[in-house]
Nanobody, 125 residues
């Protein structure tokens, strides 16, 4: 499975942005797909995850109510809709896949086996 994140850019605080994650290869129903981010000088952190089969999702507390993860199984795409962006959301955003995500959506980056290149989101004040 290969993943490619896109859609980053420069926005002002309060605005919205949608990130896309294109997935190629054979992704099974047992998979989960997650979004992570890494801000300058900080460790990479969990943002959101979704089950490939079904609708279960999980969010970091810092983005609950502002971000929405969704997917289009037919197009092999996962999205991250980001609303009410804050300057602290500035980071490089990555999507990643977990072979056993169906059983439990995980927040630890070490549980994800395949990663795409990140896309930079910059939120100005």
């Amino acid at each position: 499975v290969q993943l490619q994140a896109s859609g980053g850019g420069l926005v002002q605080a309060g605005e919205s942005l949608r990130l896309s994650c294109a997935i190629s290869g054979r992704i099974l129903n047992s998979y989960g797909v997650g979004w992570f981010r890494q801000a300058p000088g900080k460790e990479r952190e969990f943002v959101a995850a979704v089950r490939w089969a079904g609708d279960a999702t999980r969010y970091a507390d810092s983005v609950k109510g502002r971000f929405t993860i969704s997917k289009d199984n037919g197009k092999n795409m996962v999205y991250l809709q980001m609303n009410s962006l804050k300057t602290e959301d500035t980071a490089v955003y990555y999507c990643a896949s977990d072979r056993s995500g169906y059983y439990r959506l995980k927040s630890n980056q070490r549980d994800y086996q395949n990663w795409g290149k990140g896309t930079l989101v910059t939120v100005s004040s």
